[in-house]
């Protein structure tokens, strides 16, 4: 996604300074897009706006951590836990942290029609962001101060996860059977459900690069339950749809698209298509 980011605001006119762990990353990215690569003083400047694109929860934090002592504005559009956007912001301070996941991929984020989530403690923080998050975004929604934003990607994010999921059990179901699974696409396709067939039935049943990855469904899959956790609230339908993928993970690897987890829970175990 940073990739993507970095593409749609350079188009948009900003000036970028790269940064990453992988400095030859950073640098093969800036000689491309005629930008350069952001040193450490660069990241704790005030007019500098900083847009987390990271994996995880310790990436976050030691970014924050990297960014403490200066001025700069930290944006989080990362999906991590609600516990880690808390302790990011804490770390940076709350006049300095804007929570903002998005629901998209790099396709989407390359128009500019992320759906972003926003959530903050002080209000001039968004405004100071305000015109990166719109360059990137088609919908802005306000969810409060952190971690609301997070905790409101992480059920969008339960509901996709949990709904191919659903398809992926159908799907074995009905093969199981010994049946032809065209008969099912035809019912589906005579309903509302049609949306399954026309968005993810060829990118469910094909091998091709990943838009997102099985192993970072199964991440945000781990996030949601422990979102459930915090609060006593029940999250069966969630540990379900873990299953599925931990499985399909365990035929096919973690790096297939997360929508495999139709294909590979339709092989055998140990086959490979």
């Known amino acids: 996604m940073g990739t993507a980011y970095a593409e749609r605001l350079s188009e948009k006119g900003f000036t970028l300074l790269l940064y ?86 790099p396709g989407v984020a390359r128009e500019g029609k992320l759906p972003i989530i926003i959530a903050y403690w002080d ?72 949306v399954i067939v026309e968005r993810y039935w060829e990118r469910a049943l094909t091998e091709r690069p990943a838009s997102f990855r099985l192993a970072g469904a199964i991440k945000d899959l781990y996030l949601a339950l422990g979102a459930h956790a915090e609060k006593g609230s029940p999250a069966s339908s969630t540990m379900g749809a873990l299953n599925e993928y931990l499985e399909a993970m365990r035929v096919c690897g973690g790096d297939v698209d997360y929508t495999n987890v139709v294909r590979c829970n339709l092989e055998k175990p140990g086959e490979k298509s």
């Open 20 to 105: 990453s762990r992988r400095p030859h990353a950073a640098r093969e990215l800036a000689t491309r897009l005629g930008a350069r690569v952001a040193s450490e003083s660069d990241l704790l400047e005030p007019d500098t706006i900083v847009v987390n694109a990271g994996w995880d929860d310790e990436y976050l934090i030691s970014l924050a951590n990297l960014v403490r002592q200066g001025h700069s504005i930290l944006v989080n559009t990362a999906t991590v836990s609600p516990a880690a956007s808390l302790k990011a912001g804490r770390i940076v301070g709350e006049s300095r942290y804007l929570e903002a996941p998005v629901a998209g991929g």
């Open 123 to 194: 209000k001039a923080v968004y405004d100071k962001a305000r015109l990166v998050i719109e360059a990137l975004a088609s919908t802005v929604i306000h969810a409060g101060e952190p971690p609301r934003a997070m905790v409101v990607k992480l059920a969008f994010n339960n509901l996709l996860f949990t709904a191919i999921a659903g398809f992926a059990s159908s799907m074995r179901l009905v093969a199981s059977w010994g049946i032809d699974l065209d008969v099912f696409k035809r019912l589906l396709e005579s309903t509302w459900l049609r």
